[in-house]
């Protein structure tokens, strides 16, 4: 039971290895990805945001 978890571990971590912080953040389950937390987050502490930006920066490496 313990290898099989290592293993898959191992597999994870080898995906998110070779990803940038924009792809990571993209993620599957929303549109806007986890940029949608960052956003929510700046929004309550009254800062301004812009995820396009944000996108443009960090997926393109910029």
Do not use: C
Not at 17 to 41: C, Q, R
Not at 43 to 54: A, D, V
């Amino acid at each position: 039971m313990i290898f099989i978890f290592v293993n898959i571990l191992k597999q994870e971590y080898q995906l998110l290895h070779k990803m940038t912080l924009g792809k990571y953040m993209e993620g599957p389950s929303h549109n806007d990805g986890l940029w949608i937390a960052v956003f929510e987050i700046a929004r309550r502490l009254n800062l301004s945001m812009n995820i396009q930006e944000l996108k443009a920066r960090y997926v393109n490496g910029s």
